[in-house]
């Protein structure tokens, strides 16, 4: 999987668990855990949010899910707009003034830092709006911006206040504004 969210069609429970598991590496995945990390770090309470939005949208429930969109304001302070897909093992390390949402796709085992903002070129509601793909083992900085349709290449790295308007190639760290490659990674070094 490389930018199809294909942990879209994963359970709650498989989500849920997939995320814990990016917070908590040792030990079985229990439902306790959750509860004990989402009490002990937002970026839980966050996935627990995100995730249930994610699984009320893809089962029809698109008030319900719009709902969840005011409660992450309130008790994370981040912005998630209904409708993104998502795939396994998202880790939002601070969620406050994240706001993401919509026709976003995020791959599996990515990486978000506070104050992420993942947004539309135009908003112009008579004309579709175009949002970013976030591929497999991204890792954005804190308040990386990304605008339009943009892809963010497989195991590639945004740096923190970077803004991203075109696509970043695979294994890449960018930096700037706008961004630009700085560095590439070797894929036998991993």
Same mark, same amino acid.
């Given at each position: 999987m490389?930018?199809?969210?294909?942990?879209?069609?994963?359970?709650?429970?498989?989500?849920?668990?997939?995320?814990?598991?990016?917070h908590?590496?040792?030990?079985? !995945?229990?439902?306790?855990? @959750?509860i004990v990390?989402?009490?002990?770090? !937002?970026?839980?309470?966050?996935?627990?949010?995100?995730?249930?939005?994610?699984?009320?949208?893809?089962?029809g429930?698109?008030?319900?899910?719009?709902?969840?969109?005011? @409660?992450?304001?309130?008790?994370?302070?981040?912005?998630?707009?209904p409708?993104?897909?998502i795939?396994?093992?998202?880790m939002?390390?601070? !969620? %406050?003034?994240?706001?993401?949402?919509?026709?976003?796709?995020?791959?599996?085992?990515?990486?978000?830092?506070?104050?992420?903002?993942a947004?539309?070129?135009h908003?112009?509601?008579?004309?579709?709006?175009?949002?970013?793909?976030?591929?497999?083992?991204v890792?954005?900085?804190?308040?990386?911006?990304?605008?339009?349709n943009?892809?963010?290449?497989?195991?590639s790295t %945004?740096?923190?206040?970077?803004?991203? @308007?075109?696509?970043v190639p695979?294994?890449?760290?960018?930096f700037?504004a !706008?961004?630009?490659? %700085?560095s590439?990674r070797?894929n036998?070094?991993?």
């Amino acid at each position: 999987m490389s930018s199809s969210g294909s942990g879209d069609q994963s359970s709650f429970r498989d989500l849920i668990f997939s995320d814990l598991a990016r917070h908590r590496t040792d030990g079985k !995945p229990t439902w306790l855990h @959750v509860i004990v990390r989402s009490i002990a770090i !937002p970026g839980m309470l966050a996935s627990v949010i995100l995730r249930s939005q994610q699984c009320l949208y893809r089962s029809g429930h698109i008030r319900l899910a719009g709902l969840l969109r005011m @409660v992450g304001t309130i008790l994370v302070g981040a912005d998630f707009g209904p409708g993104m897909k998502i795939g396994t093992g998202l880790m939002i390390a601070h !969620p %406050v003034g994240v706001t993401i949402g919509y026709g976003l796709t995020i791959g599996n085992d990515v990486t978000l830092a506070g104050g992420v903002t993942a947004a539309a070129r135009h908003y112009d509601r008579t004309g579709p709006q175009e949002f970013a793909t976030i591929c497999d083992g991204v890792t954005l900085g804190a308040h990386a911006v990304l605008i339009g349709n943009v892809r963010v290449g497989k195991n590639s790295t %945004v740096g923190a206040n970077s803004v991203v @308007v075109t696509d970043v190639p695979d294994d890449c760290v960018v930096f700037g504004a !706008p961004a630009r490659t %700085v560095s590439r990674r070797d894929n036998a070094a991993r």
